[in-house]
């Protein structure tokens, strides 16, 4: 941020509010039903159910949909998922908490080694949903069928990422300390000659 002419101690509020846009998007990727669709739009499958209704179903017994569940790769996708929007939320507390005063910069890099461990649990989940999910429901028995992961799925990938970076930015943060507290003398890309 510093070789861009910005100053730390104007910027610094610049990753909570990133960790702030990771929490919807991981809502998203929990509660949405977009997570795989077929080309023919007969079935569409979330995080929680499989649906084989024309233009997917609301995820009830009742429209015979099926939950995911009844699966232990299925629990082990959502448990994982869950778990990192829940640390993902704790970090974002604690971020506003870490900015605040010079005696709270050591958690800086708490907060980074939290989030990414909440990556590295999305990462999993993320992984798990579609081997598995292809695995056990066989979808290159029809080739003429083609399933796309969908929108849900793409933010699930989309909150990874920013944890990711985030966790990156607050494990260097504590190197700019003087920085961040405004304490730094001023520096010059250029000299007089």
Request: neutral net charge; glycine residues 10%.
């Amino acid at each position: 941020m510093l070789r861009c002419g910005l100053a730390c101690e104007r910027c610094r509020w610049i990753l909570p509010m990133l960790l702030l846009s990771a929490i919807p998007f991981d809502i998203i990727a929990l509660a949405g039903r977009g997570w795989l669709q077929s080309s023919n739009h007969i079935e569409t499958s979330s995080l929680w159910w499989r649906c084989m209704q024309e233009g997917g179903g609301s995820g009830s017994y009742e429209e015979g949909c099926l939950s995911l569940m009844e699966y232990a790769w299925g629990r082990a996708a959502a448990a994982m998922l869950f778990c990192g929007f829940i640390i993902l939320v704790i970090c974002f507390i604690l971020s506003f908490f870490a900015l605040c005063g010079p005696q709270m910069l050591v958690f800086l890099r708490v907060i980074g080694g939290l989030l990414a461990l909440a990556a590295v649990f999305q990462i999993i989940s993320l992984v798990i949903y579609p081997v598995k999910y292809t695995q056990t429901f066989r979808l290159h028995d029809n080739p003429g069928v083609t399933y796309i992961y969908n929108w849900a799925y793409g933010f699930g990938w989309a909150a990874t990422i920013i944890e990711l970076g985030c966790a990156f930015f607050f494990c260097c943060l504590p190197n700019y300390e003087d920085d961040l507290l405004g304490n730094a003398k001023p520096r010059y890309f250029y000299t007089s000659a």
